[in-house]
């Protein structure tokens, strides 16, 4: 059984910086695609970037791309988000997620059958 745990989220100021990570546990063999998102109140949760395990294939989001940077711990199966110049539409619950699968890439949220339970950021002007 899969098991995904965000952490790293909490209150910053605009223009800061935050590393969010997910520990991943019990995925299958072959390829796993484990994709960040986030959701605001009222609003869809959206895909962010994803990586491929073990492969190391990254995709991002256009919203995304150059301030957002995914990357992983091979040794330990931790995901990371690593976020620069916050901005205040960045608040928002971030989850991972995670499915095995032959490609990768960030998917809608219903292709993901594994989810973590988020973890919160916000971002203040």
């Known amino acids: 059984q899969v098991q995904l745990v965000e952490s790293g989220g909490g209150s910053v100021q605009a223009g800061s910086s935050l590393r969010l990570s997910c520990a991943a546990s019990?995925?299958?063999?072959?390829?796993?695609?484990v994709t960040w998102f986030r959701q605001s109140p009222g609003k869809e949760r959206k895909g962010l970037a994803t990586?491929?395990?073990?492969?190391?294939?990254?995709y991002y989001a256009d919203s995304v791309k150059g301030r957002f940077t995914i990357s992983r711990d091979n040794a330990n199966n931790v995901v990371f988000l690593q976020m620069n110049s916050l901005k205040p539409e960045d608040t928002a619950m971030y989850y991972c997620?995670?499915?095995?699968?032959?490609?990768?890439?960030?998917?809608?949220?219903?292709?993901?059958?594994?989810w973590g339970r988020g973890t919160q950021v916000t971002v203040s002007s």
């Open positions: 997620a995670a499915r095995a699968v032959r490609f990768c890439a960030v998917y809608e949220p219903h292709y993901y059958d594994s």
């Open positions: 990586i491929s395990i073990p492969g190391g294939s990254i």
């Open positions: 019990g995925l299958a063999s072959g390829t796993n695609c």
